[in-house]
């Protein structure tokens, strides 16, 4: 079976960082884009960041663009979210998915482009 783990989250600072993790098992992710998504309290779950199969293409929302990054590393079939400069409005329980199909040539933002969840994270960050 498929399964995403992930780990790093916790409370912050407003202006800190954190750094997420998601690996994964039964599945090569360096042949899947990655897709992050958030749900904060009382809204809708949204899409956070999305990076290609190899890497190659990284896609942010607008509310986390130039402060979030994604990287891989496929020797540990594990995918990370650097998360900096953290504000209140971020607080959210944050989870990773894998594409369902493999090689796409760019990160879907849609959902049901993703066919396996990780069980999620909270990330609190504080004023």
């Known amino acids: 079976q498929v399964q995403l783990v992930e780990s790093g989250g916790g409370l912050v600072q407003a202006g800190g960082s954190v750094r997420l993790s998601c690996e994964g098992s039964?599945?090569?992710?360096?042949?899947?884009?990655i897709g992050w998504f958030r749900r904060a309290p009382g809204k809708e779950r949204e899409f956070v960041a999305g990076?290609?199969?190899?890497?190659?293409?990284?896609d942010y929302a607008d509310s986390v663009k130039g402060r979030f990054t994604q990287s891989r590393d496929d020797a540990k079939n594990t995918v990370y979210l650097q998360m900096n400069r953290l504000k209140p409005e971020d607080t959210a329980f944050y989870y990773c998915?894998?594409?369902?199909?493999?090689?796409?040539?760019?990160?879907?933002?849609?959902?049901?482009?993703?066919?396996?969840w990780g069980q999620g994270t909270q990330v609190t960050v504080s004023s």
């Open positions: 998915a894998t594409d369902g199909v493999e090689y796409r040539s760019f990160p879907p933002r849609n959902d049901q482009q993703y066919d396996y």
């Open positions: 039964g599945r090569a992710l360096h042949r899947h884009a």
């Open positions: 990076i290609r199969w190899d890497g190659g293409n990284t």
